[in-house]
């Protein structure tokens, strides 16, 4: 699972790699333009939502072996998405051996 899309080179190569990817946007132009003008594969499950809500539906429900947390923007980052409640979300929504990137 990654949350935060920017253009989609992560994303891009863990489906290159066979991964099963959903990818957590926000925003549908982010996705759209990733997909259009950057190449993103189409073999993902994109979920267009914020992360927080995302976090909140499924962290007791869905479970991932890797969590790419890549929200930053390059100004301000969106400091809900580094509440220790938020980042507890996704460790409930972590395998057991699996791991987390930020």
């Known amino acids: 699972m990654i949350s935060g899309l920017g253009i989609g080179t992560t994303p891009s190569a863990l489906i290159a790699h066979g991964i099963d990817t959903t990818i957590v946007e ?3 132009v982010v996705h759209s333009f990733a997909t259009q003008y950057f190449g993103l594969p189409s073999n993902h499950t994109p979920v267009i ?3 927080i ?3 909140d539906q499924n962290q007791y429900t869905k479970k ?3 969590i790419i947390h890549d929200v930053f923007t390059g100004g301000a980052e969106p ?3 580094f509440t220790v409640e938020f980042l507890t979300g996704l460790k409930g929504m972590l395998h ?3 791991v987390i990137a930020i």
């Open 96 to 98: 057991p051996y699996g």
């Open 26 to 28: 926000i925003d549908p």
């Open 49 to 51: 939502q914020d992360a």
């Open 53 to 55: 809500a995302f976090v």
């Open 64 to 66: 991932y072996t890797y």
């Open 79 to 81: 400091i809900d998405l």
